[in-house]
């Protein structure tokens, strides 16, 4: 094995391409895992605009990770299929002592403050890797760390069975929550989204779509688009009592109707990331068959054909990509 491989680092700016790097060094602690396939976030599209404040030039983007095992550990044999928790916590904060290390106050992640997973191989921390059946379909389980995303906002939101559900946004992480709130026992899920690519994916999955000038009472809505005008409309949607789930980042302060808060008795939630046993849960349901992705993953690329699927997506072409790293 050569000591260099093929990634897609971003350069500075909104420049990025394929490039020769060095291999992983693998720390004390962490594994070198073939990358079987990653993910390509909404993240990587701003990383990759020079959009990201944390980000430096030279960085492989790609944090939704499913790999192998390169070499064997304590706890996984070589060839070994593993998806990979991205979070990189300090440890020591309360968040991190009291188990909640998502909330870390000096969380980083990997493909944002160290190198990711659109590369032949990534270094992960070994108590990183999350076990998954090993028979089940890869491409399906390269959607798990969005899947995860949902599954914790459904855990934050405490949906009962029976309830009405909202979603808006129709990208990867509003779809997953659209099925795992389905699967739930939703007695109905509605979903807002204005791009007409999006719209017709979720109605091909079997949502009902609402118009964007008519109110829907729901008893939860989940923000998955972080958009301005969706925080200053999102309590019309909500009938009185209901939780109000925000999982999309805002990058600057939004207006919100706190008076329709007030009268309507309305919880508003904040949801971030996922925990360790939500991103096991994910793996659980896609190998389940309980949750299928597949309608979801729109294309699945060598990384020969990364930069132009990324292309793609920022000109409103598809939803998930998956890139090969090339142990599949």
Sequence with gaps: ?????????????NSFDIAEVPRPTVPQGWVLLDVVYTG??????????????????????????????????SRFAAGEAVAVNPIL????????RTGMSHRCQHLRLI???????IAEQVAVPADALVRVDQNAD??????????????????????????TVGVVGAGPVGLAIALCARQAGAAQVVIREPVPSRRNAA?????????????????VLFDAAARPEVAASMTRWISNGGRIVVV??????ALIDLQSVTFGELEIVGTRLYAQEDLEEAARLVASGEVDPSPVITNVVSLDDAVAAMKGLYAGEGIKVLVEGGAV
């Design 1 to 13: 094995m050569t000591g260099r491989m093929r990634a897609l680092v971003w350069h500075g700016d």
């Design 40 to 73: 390509v976030c909404g993240t990587d599209l701003h990383i990759c605009a020079g959009e990201h404040p944390r980000a430096r030039p030279g960085l492989v983007i790609g944090h939704e990770l499913i790999g192998r095992v390169h070499a064997g550990g």
């Design 89 to 96: 916590s300090c440890g020591h904060c309360t968040q991190c």
């Design 111 to 117: 493909g944002i403050d160290c190198d990711g997973g």
């Design 138 to 163: 890869l491409v399906k389980l390269g959607f798990v760390e969005p899947l995860a995303v949902a599954v914790h906002a459904m855990n934050q939101a405490r949906m009962k069975l029976g309830d």
């Design 203 to 219: 109605r091909s999955l079997g949502f009902e779509m609402a118009d964007e000038n008519v109110e829907v009472d729901v008893d």
């Design 248 to 253: 999309g980042t805002y990058s600057s302060p």
